[in-house]
């Protein structure tokens, strides 16, 4: 949510900032918003005039009864119900006003960084850099559902009996390597300096509506039937309402936090689930990253934050590279993001395994998390980013140490997670 001052002052700027988003089916929300403000700012006003006369009044009273001039005081007194009947009338029309401002708001986009690139869609998201050298085997990279069942790691059949499509087991090594992974990328964040979180997985709407658009919410989560209660669709969700309505001390910033969890996605959308495979599914694991700061320390942080998942993933043996989100790309709380890709040898091209992004104060305002200044209290920035999603982690890595003999390789860094185990072999062939 952006500050109401920008519709105030910059009315021009936050249309502009739409146009760059494609969304100007929006642009007639900066109008109305402006209004509903000027008409907020004059009921208000009202209501605190008619209050400082009822104070006036209220002292005069006590006045003329010391003097006993008990007729004046009854005819004031008069006056002053009639006053607060008009009160009562205006703070109702104040709270209508600022409802409707506030449903208006939660719906126009967040000014994005004057470096995001315009563009329509994802099409048109641009890269930034490559890490790690792109291997192109001689030999064949077999599909990665086929890899999991080579070594009896996989079962989505015995899962669409329990859950239905879009769920799984994991086994035997392919278990054990998918917890390794996150144990390691665990441990990675620790070292950086992180705090180790694991958050409910389950929070209340209005923690959801504080930490996402409404279109990401009715794509994403799941509502628990009966209560005010969602899925996370990552732990970010829970990680940023911890401070829901909490003022920080200045001196206690950054706030740098790691955490796991499940993550649970409808995944609603054009993309479909996957039928055999992993990479797209209801149910996955992951690693995040949270941090919150001074806003002049945000775009510090995010180049640091996306930097931790690429050191991550080289030290995996696995290339990745990093592709700046265009304007119409970005979700509506979103300054900047870039999503961090790793290269897939069986089909020769890069695919998302994290998301790093800075969302300025569009958080802090929605969920009310300040910090406590010598000037007053400011809002904080909020960024997240993803260290390792899994199971589409594991498929990076089970194709970039995929051997000619159909064994995986474990990169050095991985092997104390999995019992000093340096290579997977498989248990069938077929």
Known sequence: MIDIKLIREERDLVKENIKKKFQDEK????????????????????ADDLR?????????????????????????????????????NLENEETKLEEEIKEKMMVIPQIIDESVPIGRDDSENVELE?????????????YH????ESLCGLDKEAAGRTSGNGFYFLMGDIARLHSSLLAYARDFMIDKGFTYFIPPFMI???????????????AMMYKIEGEDLYLIGTSEHSMIGRFKGQ???????????????????KEVGAHGLEERG???????????????????EAMDWYHKMWKYTVEFFRSLDIPVRTLECCSGDLADLKVKSCDVEAWSPRQQKYFEVGSCSTLGEAQARRLGIRMKTSKGNKYVATLNNTVLATPRGLIAFLENNYQSDGSIKIPKALQPYMGGVKTL?????K
Not at 27 to 46: A, G, Q, S
Not at 278 to 296: A, I, N, S, T, W
């Open 27 to 46: 642009l007639p929300l900066v109008d109305e918003v402006y209004e509903l403000d000027v008409k907020y700012r004059n009921t208000k006003k009202e």
């Open 52 to 88: 400082s006369k009822k104070n006036q009044l209220s002292e005069q009273i006590g006045k003329l009864m010391k003097d006993k001039k008990k007729e004046e005081a009854l005819k004031i007194k008069e006056d002053i119900g009639s006053i607060s009947f008009k009160i009562a």
């Open 130 to 142: 490559r890490f790690g050298e792109p291997t192109l085997p001689e030999y064949e990279i077999p």
């Open 145 to 148: 559902a086929d890899i999991c």
């Open 204 to 218: 209340r709407s209005d923690v959801v509506t504080g930490v996402m658009s409404f279109e990401e919410m009715d």
């Open 247 to 265: 003022i920080i001390k200045e001196e206690e910033l950054p706030i740098t936090l790691t955490s796991y969890s499940p993550c649970f996605r």
């Open 278 to 296: 992993l990479y797209r599914v209801h149910q996955f694991e992951k690693e995040e990253m949270v941090v919150l700061c001074r806003p002049e």
């Open 425 to 429: 072999i498989p248990k069938k062939t």
